[in-house]
């Protein structure tokens, strides 16, 4: 079984409708949780990242967590054309170590 | 704040030749850097993480002998590729830590070995 479990897509949807990207892991023991984006051919980039279960929102962009389930959301508002990339869900196995899911491709459509 | 470079973006050799990558962090020291291997349209699969000063832990399958890290510094990482293969062609991707709150990730290098 994979540490973390993602849903590759692609996601199409048109402008200002909202996005919810999804992953699920294995391991309880995680308690920081990442959500990188990522541009074609660019190294990702840090979006933002919860401690252990609840929500976090920063603008458009809200990143869940339950624990319970070993469920990670993040939600986009409104979403724009320049949204569309790859997000890479990641929660923290400790030592700094990251367990990558396989990343979801999103497409806002004009 | 926390910008991480490498260098080259971008290298192609031939076959048999040695690739060194550099990884900088820019604005901040890092306790710990990453390298990552990402083949297209998979996500990123850690090879190696390393501090400064010790030697880098590798993942497991990854040859330590083939591919050298080196953690000069608290701002610089070098990743060097030896005998490259056209297998090894891949997008290499590093990333730095400062502590909590997660990796910075660089803009990748590119290689493709002919």
């Known amino acids: 079984q994979k540490e973390v479990e993602q849903d590759p897509g692609p996601l199409s949807v048109p402008e200002g409708a909202i996005v919810s990207l999804n992953c699920t892991y294995s391991?309880?023991?995680?308690?920081?949780f990442m959500w990188y984006r990522q541009y074609s051919r660019k190294g990702p980039e840090l979006l933002m990242y919860t401690y252990s279960s609840g929500n976090k929102e920063d603008g458009r962009f809200t990143a869940q967590v339950d624990k319970s389930s070993k469920y990670i959301s993040l939600f986009i508002r409104d979403s724009q054309p320049s949204d569309s990339a790859t997000y890479l869900c990641a929660p923290e196995g400790g030592f700094n170590k990251f367990y990558f899911g396989s990343g979801t491709k999103l497409n806002v459509k004009p | 704040g926390a910008v991480v470079s490498q260098h080259p973006s971008r290298v192609i050799c031939k076959s048999g030749t040695s690739v060194k990558i550099e990884c900088r962090s820019l604005?901040?020291?890092?306790?710990?850097m990453f390298w990552y291997r990402q083949f297209p349209k998979q996500s990123l699969m850690l090879m190696a993480t390393s501090n400064e000063g010790s030697k880098a832990t590798y993942e497991q399958g990854v040859e330590k002998d083939k591919f050298l890290i080196n953690h000069a510094s608290l701002t610089l990482s070098t990743l060097t590729v030896t005998s490259a293969h056209p297998e090894d062609s891949s997008f290499y991707i590093c990333s730095a830590s400062r502590g909590a709150g997660g990796q910075f990730f660089g803009p990748g290098t590119r290689l493709t070995v002919l």
């Open positions: 604005d901040f020291q890092a306790t710990t």
């Open positions: 391991n309880s023991a995680f308690q920081y």
